[in-house]
């Protein structure tokens, strides 16, 4: 009984769906003010419907009703609670109604808190969230309905993929898909001004916070999924350049540049006409990374489920929705004249080529990632495209970034002197360069990427600390001290983010230059070196867990003999799914992780044992969470709150 | 049942990446070899390299690698030998030959294109550099009103 509600829940969604995306717009074209109205209850009804169903289909997992295909396929009465929970996201259906709640939940905060958008555009927004909702909920309920029953219940599950039974990805998918979903706001303002035919700075300044809170949902779903990998998978990546990983990655690259295109239209009111068309794109990316993951067409670790008509389907939804835009922007983005001027050298052109080399790197994984699929159907070659290609296409258009960013972050509006910002930053280029040399001194004989990879990265640091340091003026170091903590809370969320990138940058090159690996037979008692450090393994014992069984070392790390730790890498194998899994153990440290995994047991005697040094690994998700907590320091700025309703008065006036 | 399980734990049990058996006591051979594997892909894994893979064909894989090595083969050799017998799907990196020209160049040329529209469009938008004098005013008047 509990389920049909759930299920009718959703069916009645669909419906409050298609009255949200028709009678707002037709209101805001007739000007009809209680057609419009109509808007906000709609999507304030729609979350709870959503939100009703997407509960009940929680309580099926939490308390195993094995007449629903869907809990049988992907849960056990044995499993721990928290992953009965994340089991409703692990599989096709219920990621998908996670996918269509955050759609509900964005579009209810536009109702809810979008008191300061003129009636008009909150509309149509509102009716354009409608028209994507009602095209996802319709793919749900004809393709991939998760409230489906079976007509004999088993008496237990067949549990969910014990690689995903993990915290860290208990949590990945729904910030993975808060961003993805997120990025559905941008595209929505951007179709309903294409609509109304108007960008102004208002428009940029509304269409920001949304494109922020999204990106940083994105950025903390990409780091926890990469950090999964780097724990579980056991051989200490963070990065495989999978397809999947690639359709989060994309629609990433294109927010960062639709976030800071959105800039030059809030400030100059220049670039409309470009952070219209990324936002369509933007959003783009995130349905060919919903098609890319859902449809299975590109087969990759992660491609739990598949099936080629939903494919079709979720290609349909594509092709609909970026196609009926880009049609859209093609009628109308005459309409939007740059108002704005700029010289060639001015903080308007460094965003533009910040946005140009963001785009293609973004198209360089693209293109990368589907390249298979084209060599197959059109050139009937089957071949594969991985780690080294990306790794050569797509690196020189970060370092490129990397380098102007501290330069154009500091260049006036309208008209800049390159000498200028590049006077303030002789410090930091010093500083980087210095670093680099001290760390080609004290590695010996090893690749270049290292010293390289912690020269950018500080060039990026130590140039975002300048950026925010001048801006406190010209005065004694006490005024500009004070000064400093009383700058607005975006330019600390600028110099956050990008130094986060910084440390980033050098965190990739350190792990990939200097991590050390070691794989050797070792017996029971026996003690090796790694890195400086001794490592003994004590004992191997079978261990038994809540539903699997585990083979469990204990591991002694001592370094010049005193205790550094001790680590208990395991080998598991789920009974349920007849599955083995590697779980490393890693002491994570302030420099550097010791990451040991445990073999098979050798014909000879003893253990396969494999362990790894991964030199500043902590540096990677700290880099990641520092670009996010940037994101929402500027996402908390006060102009966000205060000034948010007020048109600007049009600043474009040409330069003397 | 308890027999069952360790039956099935034997079977499932991973092989894992590179096992210590398989590494060479050359340093200098056993890094190419690394280098090499990490760049070719386990032909029934869904994309992993064989230097990751716990596949037994990417096991077979690393050890005739390791044997070309040693038999003095040149890195393309090798390379060459594995993709004779398993096809180009095998590369992670694709080579610039053919029509992977237009995998490796699309990148390049789109930034380049990319940089020539928004330099054009900049000209087009660039604010004028000066003013014009009294003179200059009064000749475009004229010219205007002819």
């Known amino acids: 009984m509990i389920i049909e509600l759930g299920h009718f829940a959703l069916i009645l969604a669909l419906m409050v769906a298609v009255v949200q995306s028709t009678l707002p717009l037709w209101g805001a074209h007739r000007g009809d003010a209680r057609l419009m109205a109509l808007a906000e209850p709609a999507a304030l009804v729609q979350l709870v419907l959503v939100a009703a169903s997407f509960g009940v289909l929680t309580w099926a997992f939490v308390a195993s009703d094995f007449s629903l295909a869907v809990v049988v396929s992907n849960s056990h009465t044995a499993k721990p609670l928290l992953y009965k929970i994340s089991g409703v996201w692990g599989n096709h259906e219920g990621s998908l109604l996670l996918w269509v709640l955050i759609l509900a939940l964005y579009g209810a905060a536009v109702a809810a808190f979008g008191g300061n958008l003129p009636t008009r555009l909150r509309a149509r927004v509102l009716a354009v969230q409608g028209m994507i909702g009602v095209a996802f909920l319709l793919f749900l309920l004809l393709t991939s309905n998760p409230f489906w029953r079976l007509l004999a219940p088993p008496l237990d599950g067949q549990d969910l993929n014990p690689l995903l039974q993990d915290p860290g990805l208990a949590f990945h998918p729904p910030f993975l898909y808060l961003g993805y979903v997120g990025l559905s706001m941008a595209y929505s303002f951007a179709v309903a001004a294409l609509i109304e035919g108007r960008v102004d700075a208002a428009w940029g300044r509304w269409v920001r916070p949304w494109t922020l809170a999204a990106w940083i949902f994105l950025t903390i779903g990409i780091a926890l999924g990469s950090w999964w990998a780097y724990y579980e998978l056991g051989w200490g990546g963070f990065w495989f350049w999978d397809p999947v990983e690639n359709a989060s990655f994309m629609p990433w690259l294109l927010a960062i540049a639709l976030l800071h295109s959105a800039i030059v239209v809030e400030k100059r009111e220049s670039l409309k006409a470009w952070t219209v068309l990324l936002a369509i794109m933007a959003f783009g990316f995130s349905l060919i990374g919903t098609f890319i993951v859902r449809s299975g067409v590109i087969t990759s670790v992660h491609a739990f489920a598949n099936d080629p008509e939903r494919g079709v389907f979720i290609l349909l939804i594509l092709g609909v929705f970026t196609g009926g835009a880009l049609i859209l922007f093609a009628l109308r983005a005459g309409a939007m004249e740059a108002k704005g001027l700029f010289a060639m050298v001015s903080r308007e052109s460094a965003l533009v080529a910040n946005n140009v080399l963001l785009a293609v790197s973004a198209f360089v994984v693209f293109i990368g990632t589907i390249w298979p699929l084209i060599a197959e159907l059109l050139l009937d070659r089957t071949l594969s495209v991985g780690e080294p290609f990306f790794n050569a296409a797509f690196t020189p258009f970060v370092v490129a970034l990397a380098l102007i960013l501290p330069p154009g972050a500091m260049l006036a509006w309208k008209r800049g002197t390159l000498a200028r910002s590049f006077k303030a930053l002789v410090p930091a280029l010093i500083l980087s360069l210095s670093l680099g040399a001290l760390g080609f001194a004290i590695q010996t004989g090893q690749t270049a990427l290292g010293p390289i990879g912690l020269a950018l990265g500080a060039w990026v640091v130590f140039g975002a600390l300048t950026d925010i340091w001048a801006r406190t003026g010209r005065e004694g170091i006490g005024a500009r001290g004070s000064r400093l903590l009383r700058l607005p809370r975006a330019d600390w969320g600028k110099a956050t983010s990008h130094a986060g990138l910084g440390i980033t940058i050098f965190a990739v090159s350190a792990l990939t230059a200097w991590k050390i690996e070691d794989i050797r037979v070792v017996q029971i008692g026996e003690t090796f070196p790694l890195g400086g450090y001794e490592v003994r393994l004590d004992a191997v014992d079978e261990v038994e867990g809540p539903n699997y069984q585990s083979t469990m070392a204990q591991m002694t790390v001592t370094r010049d003999g005193a205790l550094v730790t001790v680590l208990s890498p395991e080998k598991r194998f789920y009974p349920v799914a007849a599955m083995p899994t590697t779980e490393a153990a890693i002491d994570y440290g302030f420099l550097r992780d010791i990451y040991l995994v445990l073999g098979d047991r050798q014909q000879s005697g003893g253990w396969a044992v494999r362990s790894y040094i991964e030199p500043f690994a902590n540096w990677l998700w700290g880099g990641c969470l520092l670009m996010a907590f940037g994101g929402f320091l500027s996402l908390s700025d006060r102009r966000y709150r205060v000034a948010a309703g007020a048109r600007k008065v049009p600043a474009g006036v040409p330069a003397e | ?146």
Request: proline fraction near 7%.
């Open chain 2, 1 to 146: 049942m308890k027999r069952l399980v360790l039956a099935l734990l034997l079977l499932a049990s991973p092989v894992h990446a590179v096992q210590p058996d398989e590494i060479l006591a050359d340093p200098v051979l056993e890094a190419r070899a690394r280098d090499i594997s990490r760049e070719i892909r386990c032909p029934v894994c869904q994309g992993e390299s064989i230097d990751d893979s716990n596949a037994p064909i990417s096991r077979d894989l690393r050890i005739i690698i390791r044997e070309r090595l040693v038999a003095g083969d040149t890195d393309r050799e090798v390379v060459d030998y594995v993709v004779d017998r398993y096809g180009e799907f095998v590369l992670f990196n694709p080579r610039p030959e053919g029509s992977t020209l237009i995998l490796w160049f699309a990148g390049p040329a789109l930034f380049l294109a990319a940089i020539a529209v928004a330099v054009a469009a900049q000209r087009r938008r660039a604010p004028p550099e000066v003013k014009l004098t009294e003179a200059e005013e009064a000749r475009l008047r004229e010219i205007l009103k002819e």
